[in-house]
Each structure stands twice: as C-alpha cells, then as structure tokens.
C-alpha cells in the first residue's frame, strides 16, 4: 500500500520550466476538447471541464505513470448516450438533471470497478496485448483525432466548407501553426513550440482582427466555459435493485474502455521515454479520479493519448506538468474564460494535426513485408474498426481475439510424431509440438492402434501438455488401446503436465492404473 501512497518521485530529476510551460499547453489544448467531449451527450461545457481538472490532478498526483495525461475523453463520452437512451425508455418524464445524476453515479461505480481493478492486480493482462495490435489502436487514434479537427473548417452547425476568406484564413492560420510547431525545436528548444506556436497565431489574429473560429464558437448559445471550483454534486437517484441494473451494464463499460485506453497509452509513453510505468498503480488512480469526478460534478474520463503526447514531445517527464496543466484548466474557468474564448481554433486545429501526425505509427508500413500476413490483418482490422466505430475498447478486444486464435492455429500445425519400432517389438511414438485444444485433432491422427504391437511408448520430451483439452486427448488415446487389450507407456512428462494431470484425476479417467499418483505410466528414460 505504501508504494500508492508515495505522490511524488523525489528520486527523479524534474525540469521545472520545461513541466510548467509544457503543462500550460497541454490546458489549452484540453479546453475545446473537454468541452466538445461534454457536448457528445449533451451535457453542459462544464461538466467536461470539471472532469479534465479532476482527471488531470489526481492521476498525474497518484497515476503509475508521470508524464502522462487524462481528462474527459470521446470514449467514454459516447458510452453515456445508450445510457440516456435508456433512462429516456425506462422513465419518459424524466428531466436532464435527474440524467446527471445517474451519469454521476455511473462514473463513481465504474470508479469503484476500476480501483477493484488495480488492487486485484489486473493491470498486468495489458501485457497479452500483441504488437500488431497496439499498432492498429495507435495507428486508429491518430486518424480519429485527425479527422476530428475537420469540423472546425465547416460553417457553424453545418457540414458545408468554409468559402471565401474565412476558408483561407483557417487553413492559413493552420499551416502556421503546424509550421511554428515543427519549424521551432530545430532553432531551440528552450519553450515547448506547441505553447509558442498557440501565442504566436493568437497575438495574430486577436491583434489583426482576424475573423475566424474561435473556442467561443464551438458551444452553444449562451454557453460559458467560466463557472467556480467544481460543485459537490452527490447522486439523488433511487437506491434500488432497478437502479442498479440499469447503471452497472454501462459502468462496467466506463470502467473497461477507461483501463484499455489508459493502460495501452501508458505503454506507449513509456517507449517514448524508455521508462516503465506501473499499470496497477494506474488503475487505481484512474478509479480514484472517476471517483471524485462523479462526487464533483463531472462527466468522467481516462488518459488521452493526444495529450500526453503534447506533453511528452515537449520534453515533460514528471508529475508537475499534469498538475500544472490541471491547475491552469480551473484558472481558465475560474477567472480567464474570456480570454480563453478568444483563442482561435486554428491554433488548436494545428496542434492537434501535428499530435496526429506525430502519434501514426509511419514505421508500421515497412512491416508489411516482415510481418507474418495474420499480423498484418489484424494491424489493418483494429485500425479500421478504431477509426470508424470510435470504439477504442472493442477493436482491442477483437485484435486480441484474433491474434490469440492466429496463433493457436499456427501452433495447432506444428504437432508432429517420429515413430520407431525398438528391438523388442514396442512401437515409439516421439511427440513433438505443444498439445492443446488446437492441436489435438492432429494428435489423434499420428496414432495407428489397430495395427501397432501389444506395447507402446508415447514419448513427450519434446512436447508439452497444455490444457484440459490435452488431457482428454491423452485419455481418449490410452482408452482406445485399452479397449483392444495394448499397453500404454506415457514418457517424459513434465512436471507442471503431471500437475494438470493430477489436477484433472476427479474430472476424467485416464485409463492406465500402474501410477498411483497421476494415474498414467511416467517411465524413467530406457537405457
């Protein structure tokens, strides 16, 4: 427990101005999307932003992984829409603040899931995820958030292009910005270009006069990003078995989409930096933080690549820079919301494309040809599914099961058999090749029992028993030659078969009675 406790690594060597200045880009940079985030479901600017400040502090204080940045994000967003929807069907009277209150409660007991999460020592199975894999998600991200900037070159509340100056001067001001962005570190890097870059456009344009999108611009009518210190909001919804059924489904997917975005980010910032983060330390924080986002008034959320990205790439390595960022987000809504909303989109438009740009995975296109085909399938399908369906949680999962079946089909292939008759008359059969569910169809195939000699040897030096599935094909092979009154030698077990075999004696029957212990034969190597 201590090792959660400790907040800060004093070990590490922290830059300060490189922490601050990188944490101040990264809140402006978290301004529009918490709020276009909070806009998805309907809900209020504010709710987004309350989440990005609580999210920001506590996992950056807490988190397993410094440097790394989380706020309200589009993934869980779009979780509270099928929630809605169905509090609309179950309770067509209700109003949008009782809604809120169950978003509230719904991101408090995904909270609760994912601390249960990060105590159970789950955060560990990130590691089963392949490469390929985590080069689809990547890869999928990178043209989400490309693709997401587009909407700030269409006329407001349309999907007509910009015409005229107005399309010139935001694509002008864009190039610009992504220009300053790229251009900057090659002269120096004594201030992160990103922030140089977001002053540079705005003196511009605020300066000119220049008339184009602003964060002012994304929100609705008569809506503000300037509110107070998040307000305690405490659930008021029925506390009964109805209740629960109808949040838990939906927390239970807050809680999964939350982890798999978080803990595959953490991977990925830690080879960036070459450093490793602790995934289970991670999970905690990010339930502490959904917590409280829950208790004060926010919508929830997980790490944002794109973020953590800006903050990294601006050369942040430690703990400071996620608190500043979150300290300044709630300055921003506290007291600078005017000038925030004066800033123009273009800059952030920018931003964002280069984030974009930086996050694709270039190097997985020189892959293609080293990379086995069934990798390669599945790097291209979670990139496709991350990209249209926006659903980060489920491409994973589907890349994972598809890996893990790729492989147990090429490991299924690999069983094999030498086969010997000694001079005694007893017929060797050498098993080479894992033998699992996959592989024992093949297994059962190597066998000639009408035919062989009264004794055989069945030799697993070279083989391994995986699973139950195995153990029943070894069963199923003893009970055949059985039948016809042939004696079965099992040789070379390893220990941990041995164990599973033991494990399986109240289970099956595996039909040859000399061994007490595992009953099947284990013979010492004949000499």
């Known amino acids: 427990m201590k090792k959660y406790l400790n907040l800060f690594d004093f070990s590490q060597k922290v830059n300060y101005k490189t922490e601050i200045l990188s944490g101040i880009t990264?809140?402006?940079?978290?301004?529009?999307?918490?709020?276009?985030?909070?806009?998805?479901?309907?809900?209020?600017?504010?709710?987004?932003?309350?989440?990005?400040?609580?999210?920001?502090?506590?996992?950056?204080?807490?988190?397993?992984?410094?440097?790394?940045?989380?706020?309200?994000?589009?993934?869980?967003?779009?979780?509270?829409?099928?929630?809605?929807?169905?509090?609309?069907?179950?309770?067509?009277?209700?109003?949008?603040?009782?809604?809120?209150?169950?978003?509230?409660?719904t991101v408090i007991l995904a909270g609760v899931l994912q601390i249960s999460a990060g105590f159970l020592k789950l955060g560990k199975f990130i590691r089963l995820v392949p490469?390929?894999?985590?080069?689809?998600?990547?890869n999928g991200l990178a043209i989400i958030i490309f693709m997401a900037q587009f909407p700030n070159f269409y006329e407001k509340g349309t999907t007509n292009l910009l015409s005229g100056i107005s399309f010139w001067s935001m694509l002008g001001l864009t190039l610009l910005t992504m220009l300053i962005i790229w251009g900057l570190p090659k002269l120096t890097k004594a201030v992160p270009s990103s922030l140089v870059a977001i002053i540079v456009v705005s003196a511009i344009v605020i300066g000119f006069g220049i008339d184009t999108l602003t964060v002012a611009d994304t929100m609705k009518a008569g809506e503000s990003i300037k509110g107070g210190f998040p307000p305690i909001s405490i659930p008021s919804i029925p506390l009964t078995m109805e209740t629960v059924k109808i949040i838990l489904p939906y927390a239970g997917i807050v809680a999964g989409v939350g982890l798999i975005e978080s803990l595959l980010t953490l991977n990925?910032?830690?080879?960036?930096?070459?450093?490793?983060?602790?995934?289970?330390?991670?999970?905690?924080?990010?339930?502490?933080?959904?917590?409280?986002?829950?208790?004060?008034?926010?919508?929830?959320g997980c790490a944002m690549i794109g973020q953590s990205l800006i903050n990294t790439s601006a050369g942040a390595r430690a703990r400071l820079s996620g608190i500043t960022a979150a300290i300044m987000l709630l300055i921003f809504i506290m007291f600078g919301s005017s000038l925030i909303e004066q800033l123009p989109m273009a800059a952030l438009?920018?931003?964002?494309?280069?984030?974009?740009?930086?996050?694709?995975?270039?190097?997985?296109?020189?892959?293609?040809?080293?990379?086995?085909?069934?990798?390669?399938?599945?790097?291209?399908?979670v990139t496709l599914i991350t990209a249209i369906t926006h659903n980060l949680a489920v491409a994973v999962l589907l890349g994972v099961i598809?890996?893990?079946?790729?492989?147990?089909?090429?490991?299924?292939?690999?069983?094999?058999?030498?086969?010997?008759?000694?001079?005694?008359?007893?017929?060797?059969?050498?098993?080479?090749?894992?033998?699992?569910?996959?592989?024992?169809?093949?297994?059962?195939?190597?066998?000639?029992?009408?035919?062989?000699?009264?004794?055989?040897?069945?030799?697993?030096?070279?083989?391994?028993?995986?699973?139950?599935?195995?153990?029943?094909?070894?069963?199923?092979i003893t009970e055949r030659y059985q039948k016809i009154g042939k004696?079965?030698?099992?040789?070379?077990?390893?220990?941990?078969?041995?164990?599973?075999?033991?494990?399986?004696?109240d289970i099956i029957d595996?039909?040859?009675?000399?061994?007490?212990?595992?009953?099947?034969v284990v013979d010492k190597i004949r000499k």
Request: net charge negative; with cysteine; charged share 20%.
């Open 26 to 105: 990264v809140a402006l940079a978290l301004v529009p999307e918490a709020i276009a985030f909070a806009l998805i479901p309907g809900f209020s600017p504010l709710t987004g932003l309350y989440a990005a400040f609580i999210l920001a502090l506590v996992t950056s204080i807490l988190g397993g992984r410094p440097g790394m940045i989380s706020g309200a994000t589009g993934a869980v967003a779009v979780i509270f829409i099928g929630l809605i929807l169905e509090l609309k069907r179950n309770f067509p009277e209700i109003d949008p603040e009782t809604i809120l209150h169950y978003v509230f409660a």
């Open 131 to 138: 490469h390929p894999v985590m080069f689809g998600f990547v």
């Open 268 to 300: 990925i910032i830690d080879e960036i930096t070459e450093t490793r983060g602790s995934g289970n330390r991670e999970c905690i924080a990010q339930g502490t933080a959904n917590i409280l986002s829950g208790f004060l008034s926010g919508m929830g």
């Open 349 to 381: 438009v920018g931003l964002m494309f280069m984030v974009a740009i930086g996050t694709f995975e270039w190097a997985s296109f020189k892959t293609f040809k080293k990379m086995p085909t069934s990798d390669v399938v599945v790097m291209i399908l």
């Open 402 to 476: 598809i890996s893990a079946l790729a492989y147990s089909w090429e490991n299924a292939k690999r069983i094999r058999a030498r086969k010997h008759v000694d001079e005694n008359g007893a017929k060797h059969y050498e098993i080479y090749g894992p033998l699992f569910f996959g592989s024992i169809a093949a297994f059962n195939e190597k066998f000639d029992v009408l035919n062989d000699p009264e004794e055989v040897f069945i030799d697993f030096k070279e083989s391994r028993v995986a699973d139950m599935s195995a153990i029943e094909a070894l069963n199923k």
């Open 487 to 505: 004696k079965v030698h099992l040789q070379h077990l390893s220990r941990d078969c041995k164990r599973l075999l033991k494990n399986a004696d």
């Open 510 to 520: 595996v039909n040859v009675s000399e061994d007490p212990t595992y009953k099947v």
